[in-house]
């Protein structure tokens, strides 16, 4: 599968942003699209994900700002981001798998400026 992310950029402290996500290729076995980020000297952390069915996982840190959703018809992936804050900043990859990320997109840069 290849997962082309697009949406990131610079935004203010407070400000959203929308990411996106499109699969290619072998898209008959995904059933899990996420998005987890990384940012400059930490670890790669998940950020949310969302099943075929609808259901989703939310790290605890974007409860409540973040809403990831899913077009299955384009087997699209987004990532609505509001109320950004500044430890936002990273860069956001796209996932694809089964029960869990298979496939790794090439990541977009979001940041936050205080």
């Known amino acids: 599968v290849q997962l082309q992310a697009s949406g990131g950029g610079l935004v203010q402290t407070g400000g959203s942003l929308r990411l996106s996500c499109a699969a290619s290729g072998s898209i008959v076995s995904i059933n899990n699209m996420g998005w987890y980020r990384q940012a400059p000297e930490k670890q790669r952390e998940l950020v949310a994900s969302?099943?075929?069915?609808?259901?989703?996982n939310y790290a605890d840190f974007v409860k409540g700002r973040f809403t990831i959703s899913r077009d299955n018809a384009k087997n699209t992936v987004y990532l609505q981001m509001n109320s950004l804050k500044p430890e936002d900043t990273a860069v956001y990859y796209c996932?694809?798998?089964?029960?869990?990320?298979?496939?790794w997109g090439k990541g977009t840069l979001v940041t936050v400026s205080s």
């Open positions: 969302i099943t075929i069915s609808g259901s989703t």
């Open positions: 996932t694809a798998g089964f029960l869990g990320p298979r496939d």
